[in-house]
T-cell receptor
Framework: DAGVTQSPTHLIKTRGQQVTLRCSPKSGHDTVSWYQQALGQGPQFIFQYYEEEERQRGNFPDRFSGHQFPNYSSELNVNALLLGDSALYLC??????????FGPGTRLLVL | DAKTTQPPSMDCAEGRAANLPCNHSTISGNEYVYWYRQIHSQGPQYIIHGLKNNETNEMASLIITEDRKSSTLILPHATLRDTAVYYCIVRVANTNAGKSTFGDGTTLTVKP
């Protein structure tokens, strides 16, 4: 049983560009959450998707948006990238509100 | 979501038990205590969770005080591979709104 997978593993962008990160949940999981982790800090909740709708959102600007597909996979989009968006982006999946399992993350560097 | 307080760092000798404390004095009745660990910028790894009773699995034991205001994660025989940042979080489960609020965690260093 594959765990949570994320792509790409690493990404380099320049300020002002847009980026799309992808996440495939564990088999049987229908809920996907996204987190941002800056260097030396704990993960910060961005938003959560269930039944293709955003259910909860953390304190992130509208530049951060997402989508969930019928197969439960998800995308995180960030527009107008800032240097401060450089971070490890983590996807976590769960069956409903149960235990969340995290993927390996995507390391984004904004130059 | 209730907040948690953890010591920033701890050391443990290899082969000894590692006891990691966590305070969650504002925990609500429907919030679970979860523990994760993160090894050098990999994704957080789920360890264990509990509501009221003590829990044990193949990785660790979780001891929750009777008033549920604090808990301790116990790694019974720490190895060098247990060196990681350990996060204690509290979150509502059994809903579709169970976001996880992470603090800065405890950096556990297991020494030979």
């Amino acid at each position: 049983d594959a765990g949570v997978t994320q792509s790409p593993t690493h990404l380099i962008k320049t300020r002002g560009q847009q980026v799309t990160l992808r996440c495939s949940p564990k088999s049987g999981h229908d809920t996907v959450s996204w987190y941002q982790q800056a260097l030396g800090q704990g993960p910060q909740f961005i938003f959560q998707y269930y039944e293709e709708e955003e259910r909860q959102r953390g304190n992130f600007p509208d530049r951060f948006s997402g989508h969930q597909f019928p197969n439960y996979s998800s995308e995180l989009n960030v527009n107008a990238l800032l240097l401060g968006d450089s971070a490890l982006y983590l996807c976590a999946s769960s069956p409903g509100g149960q235990t969340q399992y995290f993927g390996p993350g995507t390391r984004l560097l904004v130059l | 979501d209730a907040k948690t307080t953890q010591p920033p760092s701890m050391d443990c000798a290899e082969g000894r038990a590692a006891n990691l404390p966590c305070n969650h004095s504002t925990i609500s009745g429907n919030e679970y205590v979860y523990w994760y660990r993160q090894i050098h910028s990999q994704g957080p790894q789920y360890i264990i969770h509990g509501l009221k009773n003590n829990e044990t699995n193949e990785m660790a034991s979780l001891i929750i005080t009777e008033d549920r205001k604090s808990s301790t994660l116990i790694l019974p025989h720490a190895t060098l591979r247990d060196t990681a940042v350990y996060y204690c979080i509290v979150r509502v489960a059994n809903t579709n709104a169970g976001k996880s609020t992470f603090g800065d965690g405890t950096t556990l260093t297991v020494k030979p």
